[in-house]
């Protein structure tokens, strides 16, 4: 089976930088995907690694590390629409299946 | 260029009754799965359609069924409605074959079951 932890709720001050840590137990891995969800909103797509490292974008930043099953997501001069549930999600097996963790509940605060 | 959309937005419905929710994919999207979202949790996986023909399925019993269309449009049937089946009902769409796959959402279908 499959398994993904991530934090059920943080809270992080408007111009800081704040980390939301995933960790997974998979087969077949392909990739693993971070969405943002608003509040009764769809997901969005954040970022998707397959290779260990970082990747970069803007304020936004996401780490993998295969080996460890660990990834995270590093958000940057936080402003208050970042106000959001961050989902980690494993993409594995041939036909590319996504399984969600249950979300990280970011709570910025001025 | 449309994105994912989903019909209808909100629906209200009685234990044992049937529901369709729709879905269109994003123009130049032949895959759609399709997700159920409980309160305060992430989307669990239904099942995922690719050249109309169901190609994985999550852990979800029959009475949750889909189809897909030659135009890559899917639709979601739920037969003998249950309270637990009141959540947001999410469609993404996604290219097939080698790459990213990024699956991008829809708004959702927001079922009530009462």
């Known amino acids: 089976g499959q398994n993904i932890d991530q934090p059920t709720e943080m809270t992080a001050t408007e111009g800081a930088i704040v980390q939301i840590n995933c960790t997974y137990q998979?087969?077949?891995?392909?990739?693993l995907f971070w969405y943002q969800q608003h509040a009764g909103e769809a997901p969005t797509f954040l970022s998707y690694?397959?290779?260990?490292g970082l990747e970069e974008k803007g304020r936004f930043s996401s780490f993998l590390s295969r080996s460890k099953g660990y990834s995270y997501l590093l958000l940057k001069e936080l402003q208050m629409k970042d106000s959001a549930s961050y989902l980690c999600?494993?993409?594995?097996?041939?036909?590319?299946?996504?399984?969600f963790g249950i979300g990280t509940k970011l709570q910025v605060i001025p | 260029d449309a994105g994912v959309t989903q019909s209808p937005t909100h629906l209200i419905k009685t234990r044992g009754q049937q529901v369709t929710l729709r879905c269109s994919p994003k123009?130049?999207?032949?895959?759609v799965s399709w997700y159920q979202q409980a309160l305060g949790q992430g989307p669990q996986f239904i099942f995922q359609?690719?050249?109309?023909?169901?190609?994985q399925r999550g852990n979800f019993p029959d009475r949750f069924s889909g189809h897909q269309f030659p135009n890559y449009s899917s639709e979601l049937n739920v037969n003998a409605l249950l309270l637990g089946d009141s959540a947001l009902y999410l469609c993404?769409?996604?290219?097939?074959?080698?790459?990213?796959?990024?699956?991008?959402f829809g708004a959702g279908t927001r079922l009530s079951v009462l």
């Open positions: 123009s130049g999207h032949d895959t």
């Open positions: 999600a494993v993409n594995s097996g041939g036909y590319q299946k996504v399984t």
């Open positions: 993404a769409s996604s290219l097939a074959g080698l790459g990213e796959n990024i699956q991008y």
């Open positions: 690694n397959v290779l260990d």
């Open positions: 998979t087969s077949g891995f392909n990739g």
């Open positions: 359609y690719y050249e109309e023909e169901e190609r």
